[in-house]
């Protein structure tokens, strides 16, 4: 009897360890994605995602996850998990039937741009930088505008490729081979000078928007709308510093993100060129930099830029010769 319940406790005792090993080799993953998503672990069908918000159990270790449903773009996710540890992975699919040669229509008006002085404060404590970054934004002041035309997307690597094979123009110096890495054919072309997206722009009988069009579009023509949804930052809706990627992202991803007159990643994901030398505005306290005229104004801000660069005011000077890996555009007409 003694040894049948010593047997019986060393069991248990096996047992139990046993299982505590078991939950020791087992973590959460959270999965955000699209309701009714198919989700592969490792290339195995595992779930159907029935809320947008997936919770599952997974061994540790690390794990490629896919997710895909018919209309979308697949996504893929490369996720490392520990042992009783929760790990989350937001797999935000992309409409596949996104034109990305699309343009959206502005009409003729009145418009203001830049900023006042007096809402620099207001800006410095809900968005961040210093008074010395929005110097060159200031004063608002009314541009009027004929109607346009804008890009309603970056100009993405695969639009950029039709180009440089048309007109014999040299591919970006990251290219090998002359082509880009494979599976970002919807990826913002970047490493392209001034004069690069100029040539591209009239090989599309199109132009670079002046910097009063890029900022309207961004800004949906609303005064306050330093950021194309609204007045306050949103990490979640634009691909910037300290967010997701830290590189460049597929176009159109973050769809909470568009201006209000549907442009997308007009805040983050890559700088993009105008048309415009950088010169001070009308009323402006700056001095012309008439030591190099060879400046030319950027928008946007990128996934290496802070909240402010990425606001719809914000002016960034680069050389027009320059070549940067988070510098892009698009077009207008």
Known sequence: MKNFLAGWLIGGMFLLIGNSIARAEVGKLIIKCIPEAYIFIDGQAAHLATTKKLKINI???KHVIIAETSGYLQETANIEIFAGAVAEVNLSLVRADQDRSRMVSIPADEYSMGIDQKRI????????????????????????????????????NSRYKKFIKAAHHPAPRHWRGGAYRRNQDDYPVVNVSWSDAAAYCKWAKKRLPTEAEWEIAASGGKKSFYFPWGRKFRGAWTNTKGERFNAPTITGRYEKGISKFDCYDMAGNVWEWTADKYKPYPGSALSV?????????ARGGSFKSKPFMATTIYRKKLKADGIYDDVGFRCAR
Do not use: C, M
């Open 59 to 61: 061994d540790v270790g």
């Open 121 to 156: 404060k207001w800006i410095l404590k809900n968005i961040g930088g210093s008074e010395k970054d929005y110097l060159a934004s200031v004063p608002k002041h009314t541009v009027k505008l004929k109607a346009f035309r804008i890009d309603k997307y970056e100009v993405t």
């Open 289 to 297: 930099e008439a030591a190099d005229q060879n400046l030319r104004v």
